[in-house]
C-alpha cells in the first residue's frame, strides 16, 4: 500500500525559507509520472503550487514563480519543494501529490503538512 510521507513544514518569519519533502513508499514496483505540491489555506480551496513530470518540465503557481522550486528523484521516488521569500500569504497546509502509471494509474496524496508563515 503506497504512502507519501511528507516533512519540512513549521513556522518562519516573512522573508524565511522552508524546504518541503515528500516521499512515496509501500511499493517495491511503481512509476510516477507527475509529483506536485498543492496547498489549501483556511476558507481557500485546494490549489496547485507547483508540478513536475519525469522530463523534469515544471509549472507554477504565479503567485510563487521566482521563489519556489520544485525539485524531484525519481529513483528515490521523493519530490522536495524549496520555498524562499514566504510571505504571510503562503500559509497554509501544503500536501503532496503523486500520480502513478505503472502498475496502475492512480493519484495519491500525503497527510498534509503546515506551513505558518509570520509578519
Known amino acids: 500500500q503506497v504512502q507519501l510521507v511528507e516533512s519540512g513544514g513549521g513556522s518562519v518569519q516573512a522573508g524565511g525559507s522552508l524546504r518541503l519533502s515528500c516521499a512515496a513508499s509501500g511499493a517495491s514496483v511503481i512509476i510516477f509520472n507527475a509529483m506536485g505540491w498543492y496547498r489549501q489555506a483556511p476558507g481557500k480551496e485546494r490549489e496547485l503550487v507547483a508540478a513536475?513530470?519525469?522530463?523534469?518540465?515544471?509549472k507554477y503557481a504565479d503567485s510563487v514563480k521566482g521563489r519556489f522550486t520544485i525539485s524531484r528523484d525519481t529513483v528515490k521516488k521523493m519530490v522536495n519543494l524549496q520555498m524562499n521569500s514566504l510571505k504571510t500569504e503562503d500559509t497554509a497546509v501544503y500536501y503532496c501529490?503523486?500520480?502513478?502509471?505503472?502498475?496502475?494509474?492512480?493519484?495519491?496524496w500525503g497527510q498534509g503538512t503546515q506551513v505558518t508563515v509570520s509578519s
Open positions: 513536475i513530470t519525469t522530463g523534469s518540465s515544471t
Open positions: 501529490n503523486m500520480r502513478s502509471v505503472y502498475p496502475t494509474s492512480r493519484e495519491y
